[in-house]
């Protein structure tokens, strides 16, 4: 709460909610873990009543349980089901902002471009209005993204997406 009206009286109107895939769902395709969702709706209503905006992110850095998702212990379509289930949990709440896919995705031997995908399709299939935020592989940095990341490479047919590139 003190740090939601500290950062909110300093004009700060967006913020992110790191979310650990791990800890929100305990097993790929599993339901949500229940009382770790009633926290982040608790800071979400904490938000609105700030005047705050939040970006849900998932912050595993393209991983679940330290097994690089695309592959064949985290297929792609494990990645779908959880933005699927997350849209579906907070679309309603008025704080939401947006979606952030993976906050920076790394060494994923190619794999980050088809998961992201998976993921932009989850949410879509629940929630056709809120932008998503697309960071690229290589940590999403912005020096090699021009190498690792040439192209955009998901579709939105909302056109609702936002590149994510870090510099640090």
Same mark, same amino acid.
């Given at each position: 709460?003190? =740090?939601?009206?500290?950062?909110?009286?300093?004009?700060i109107?967006?913020?992110?909610?790191?979310?650990?895939?791990?800890?929100? +769902?305990?097993?790929?395709?599993?339901?949500?873990?229940?009382?770790?969702?009633?926290?982040?709706?608790?800071?979400?209503? =904490?938000?609105?009543? +700030?005047?705050?905006?939040?970006?849900?992110?998932?912050? *595993?850095?393209?991983?679940?349980? *330290?097994?690089?998702?695309?592959?064949?212990?985290?297929?792609?379509?494990?990645? =779908?089901?959880?933005? +699927?289930?997350?849209?579906?949990?907070?679309?309603?709440?008025?704080?939401? /902002?947006?979606?952030?896919?993976?906050?920076?995705? %790394?060494?994923?031997?190619?794999?980050? %471009?088809?998961?992201?995908?998976?993921?932009?399709?989850?949410?879509?299939s629940?929630?056709?209005?809120?932008?998503?935020?697309v960071?690229?592989?290589?940590?999403?940095?912005? +020096?090699?993204?021009?190498?690792? *990341?040439?192209?955009?490479?998901?579709?939105?047919?909302? *056109?609702?997406?936002? /590149?994510?590139?870090?510099? /640090?």
């Amino acid at each position: 709460g003190d =740090k939601l009206i500290a950062a909110g009286s300093n004009g700060i109107t967006t913020i992110r909610l790191p979310i650990v895939w791990e800890t929100i +769902q305990p097993s790929l395709y599993g339901g949500l873990n229940t009382r770790y969702l009633a926290h982040a709706l608790e800071f979400l209503d =904490k938000a609105q009543l +700030q005047d705050m905006k939040v970006v849900i992110d998932l912050h *595993n850095y393209g991983r679940y349980q *330290n097994k690089l998702i695309g592959s064949q212990d985290v297929p792609a379509r494990a990645f =779908k089901d959880v933005w +699927q289930r997350l849209a579906g949990a907070f679309s309603r709440h008025s704080a939401v /902002y947006g979606y952030g896919l993976m906050n920076e995705p %790394h060494d994923t031997g190619g794999l980050w %471009h088809t998961v992201a995908q998976s993921g932009v399709d989850g949410v879509r299939s629940v929630d056709t209005n809120r932008p998503i935020y697309v960071g690229g592989d290589s940590w999403s940095n912005s +020096q090699r993204w021009p190498v690792v *990341n040439p192209t955009p490479f998901v579709t939105d047919p909302y *056109n609702r997406i936002v /590149y994510e590139a870090h510099l /640090y």
